[in-house]
């Protein structure tokens, strides 16, 4: 049972500095490839616009590794910080490291060794010229050393945030693409490298980004760093298959886009495969927006759910579907109505491929709300582990109902078939979701959604913003307590408790008063009593204060409150997420 207040308050603070922090990370990752786009395009003629759309596809396939691991990242370790237990996060994050540099050393055979066959895969449906498919081939030749940091990078971002660091994963990504941007500019205006510079400039750049992150661990107070674990479990294996449903989602947009390519060959010739190739390019710097909201929807929520905490999963999704009806729809108006004067640039000069391209892009903004709505829909039930209906979600929304659309529109014109058929397809996938949420008991009742457990415990929540509000809130505490069965004693001492941290953290957390805000949550189970802090003030970490300072310190009239909290608690476990505190104090 929950007893539920106004709490929740920082967590709204969490998810958007998360989101923002996502999104310019995401938007740097996708800028490198759209300046790739654009200079390819610009500079280096149709043919060689040609060959990148023949490489496009191969990008999904090259991020489905990626995927599944930043995913399972984000909801292994985002459910292991939630119920806190950081050094089996520590753990994992060295297994998904291992297994990323592993995957790594598959792809650098597949495009090196092996990259003729990889590229007659990706042209076999369609009749390109030979210069094209050897642009292609000479990209990935030069493009394969970036495998490296491309597998062990996504496992990082969503480390640096729940690692109380997030400002080093946009930090990384934009100096990744200053790097890729400079190189691709030299590469052009000096080196005249072609396809091999542009490739050589992506793969310096993912090792710049890569070194970055790692910095991240020279800071004393990283908490979540890599514990050498060779034992490969069980557990392992289903740490990653929460992960599926966004990995065959990148693999159906793979197989999608070369039946996509092979449909506007065969509809226009290689001036819609460049034409798709920029709506793609484009499309890459939208796609942040849904990135980095369903993102954070996972994170979080997997936090939420690993504390049980059934308000926090839910507010998440509403959160998300906020973000994609309004912010992302703005987002997208802007790149309709610029969709001419980016197409002037990427058409180099050619008329129809400028007519083509324009249309393309509109086409690509419309449809790209309705992309983020599906998006946050699969995090959320991935997160409430409904990952079957997740992987439907997924494949649908990464292509299946486009290709199906954009055969169907026979009577379409060449471009308008395309573009259309994937808005109508992303429209069709919100319609049968939506048809699902009102007459599926099973997602329309929250107490059926596994989330719930028997021994779930008793649980008050609140958000205090001053002292009068923390002192009524901990008598709240030792009434549910007396209520519980717990004695008297134990009961007051947790109200004292949160008495002491919610009013210590608005007295010298925050350098103004009018952001004040302490968000306190209350779980009696098994005759224990959890207490969780949350606070998006400055960064202080109890634990080592009390092991550095307190420890040395004889004075007992210093530090009152602090050692208070010290004696009464069981256990003390300390994380900054987001660059927001989380206290987890124990009481038994």
């Not at 390019?281 to 994170?299: C, D, E, H, K, N």
Request: aromatic share 8%.
């Amino acid at each position: 049972m929950t007893s539920e207040l106004n709490g929740n308050n920082v967590l709204s603070k969490m998810f958007r500095r998360s989101v923002i922090y996502s999104f310019f990370g995401f938007f740097t990752v996708m800028l490198n490839t759209t300046v790739d786009g654009l200079i390819i395009g610009h500079f280096l003629g149709l043919k060689a616009m040609s060959a990148f759309g023949l490489i496009v596809p191969l990008y999904s396939l090259i991020n489905l590794v990626p995927v599944l691991l930043r995913s399972a990242s984000q909801m292994n370790i985002g459910e292991d910080l939630g119920r806190g237990k950081p050094e089996t996060a520590q753990r994992r994050i060295f297994i998904l490291l291992l297994t990323g540099f592993t995957a790594a050393i598959v792809f650098l055979l597949l495009f090196t060794v092996l990259r003729g066959p990889t590229v007659l895969l990706l042209s076999s449906f369609s009749s390109h010229s030979d210069d094209t498919i050897k642009m292609a081939e000479e990209y990935l030749l030069w493009m394969a050393p970036a495998m490296i940091p491309i597998m062990m990078i996504p496992v990082l971002h969503p480390v640096m945030q729940l690692d109380g660091d997030a400002g080093r994963s946009p930090l990384a990504i934009n100096i990744a693409a200053a790097v890729n941007i400079l190189g691709d500019i030299l590469n052009v205006k000096i080196f005249h490298g072609g396809m091999a510079g542009i490739a050589s400039a992506t793969a310096v750049s993912c090792y710049a980004e890569l070194m970055v992150l790692l910095f991240h661990y020279a800071r004393k107070t990283s908490q979540l760093k890599p514990s050498p674990c060779l034992r490969i479990q069980m557990e392992w294996l289903k740490a990653l298959s929460k992960g599926i449903p966004v990995m065959l989602h990148e693999l159906t947009v793979f197989s999608v886009g070369i039946a996509i390519n092979r449909l506007s060959f065969m509809l226009a010739g290689d001036d819609l495969v460049a034409a798709v190739a920029a709506g793609n390019s484009i499309f890459a710097l939208l796609i942040p927006g849904s990135l980095a909201v369903s993102g954070t929807v996972m994170t979080l929520g997997s936090i939420a759910k690993g504390e049980v905490d059934n308000k926090g999963v839910r507010n998440m999704f509403k959160m998300g579907l906020w973000y994609a009806v309004v912010p992302c729809s703005i987002y997208a108006f802007v790149f309709l109505i610029s969709a001419v004067p980016l197409a002037q640039f990427l058409s180099g000069g050619n008329g129809n491929l400028l007519n083509m391209s324009s249309a393309m892009i509109r086409g690509f903004a419309i449809s790209f709300p309705l992309v983020a709505i599906c998006q946050i829909i699969e995090s959320y039930l991935n997160v409430i582990e409904k990952r079957w209906l997740s992987t439907i979600v997924s494949m649908l929304e990464g292509g299946i109902a486009w290709i199906v659309f954009s055969v169907l529109l026979r009577h379409a014109e060449p471009v308008r078939r395309i573009w259309l058929g994937h808005l109508i397809g992303e429209l069709s996938i919100v319609f049968i979701i939506a048809v699902i949420i009102l007459f599926c008991r099973k997602l329309k009742r929250y107490r059926e959604l596994s989330l719930n457990s028997k021994n779930d415990g008793e649980v008050l929540e609140t958000t205090v913003c001053t002292f009068d509000e923390a002192t009524e809130f901990s008598e709240s505490i030792r009434n549910l307590c007396l209520d519980n069965g717990i004695n008297s004693r134990i009961s007051m001492l947790a109200a004292l408790c949160a008495e002491e941290v919610a009013c210590n953290t608005l007295q010298w957390g925050y350098s103004e008063r009018t952001d004040c805000a302490v968000d306190i949550r209350t779980v009696c189970r098994d005759e224990e009593i959890t207490i969780r802090f949350r606070d998006s003030g400055r960064h202080f970490n109890p634990e080592s204060y009390i092991s550095q300072v307190l420890v040395k310190d004889r004075d007992p009239a210093r530090n009152i409150g602090l050692r208070i909290v010290s004696n009464i608690s069981s256990k003390m476990q300390y994380m900054c997420i987001v660059d927001c505190n989380i206290l987890l104090i124990h009481i038994r």
